[in-house]
């Protein structure tokens, strides 16, 4: 992991880019001393680390407490995308505005996009838990859920995760969802167009662990109440210190 920029903010958290190999990242970390938790906050498909909604969820983390960190993994951002995933997005582009079924799309398009960040985060989690400025676990996620699945399938230092419903969701990760057993917060946009209410408690319902919450909110894809954030930093209060 190399370190390329670095700032402090008006908060006083920190906040740097790196890279690690060829993947770029970012480290937010909470003024003070003391090692933090770390949190992994992943974005959607194609989205960049530098969305703005994402900066602000992980700005609003770090200065609770904890170490956040992010990466464009394969796809996403300024990395380059293979012509099939460029493909994919054109034909799901068409079969939307043509009222035709997506699904069929959606799987050959997000499985493979899963199947190639979930490595790259992982070496991220690998990477970053080496730092003095980190606690070394346990480790909470935050974000796209399919992502989310997997990873706290594959790795146990993952202990809780707060994903977001909306997004489709494979039929690989559906089926990993009940392997996943750690605490979980699923946040519910009722009104998301894009994404069936109904897939989404379903998704729900297939996790395996005991300790799971849904929170539902009126509102469309992008209307997550701001709230929510502060919710789910209580929710990692609760499970990762």
């Known amino acids: 992991m190399r370190f390329t920029s670095e700032q402090r903010l008006d908060d006083g958290v920190r906040e740097r880019e790196f890279t690690l190999g060829e993947t770029p990242g970012t480290l937010w970390t ?129 202990a809780a995760a707060c994903c977001f419903a909306g997004g489709y969701v494979p039929l690989a990760q559906r089926e990993e969802a009940r392997r996943v057993t750690v605490p979980l917060l699923l946040l519910l946009q009722w009104d998301d167009e894009g994404n069936p209410r109904q897939r989404a408690l379903d998704l729900f319902d297939a996790f395996g662990g005991e300790q799971k919450t849904l929170h539902a909110n009126l509102g469309g894809h992008t209307g997550t109440p701001w709230f929510e954030l502060e919710d789910s930093c209580r929710f990692y209060d609760r499970h990762l210190r």
């Open 30 to 158: 909470p003024p003070g001393s003391t090692p933090a938790p770390l949190i992994l906050m992943a974005h959607n498909n194609g989205l960049p680390k530098a969305d703005a909604r994402l900066v602000a969820r992980a700005r609003y983390t770090a200065a609770r407490g904890y170490a956040v960190a992010t990466v464009d993994a394969a796809g996403c951002g300024d990395r380059p995308r293979s012509a099939a995933d460029e493909q994919a997005r054109a034909d799901l582009r068409r079969a939307m505005r043509a009222g035709e079924p997506v699904d069929g799309i959606f799987e050959s398009f997000i499985g493979p996009l899963v199947e190639n960040a979930a490595p790259e985060w992982l070496a991220t989690l690998d990477a970053v838990l080496q730092l003095p400025e980190v606690v070394g676990g346990p480790v909470g996620y935050s974000g796209w859920t399919a992502l989310g699945i997997r990873l706290a399938a594959l790795d146990p230092r993952i």
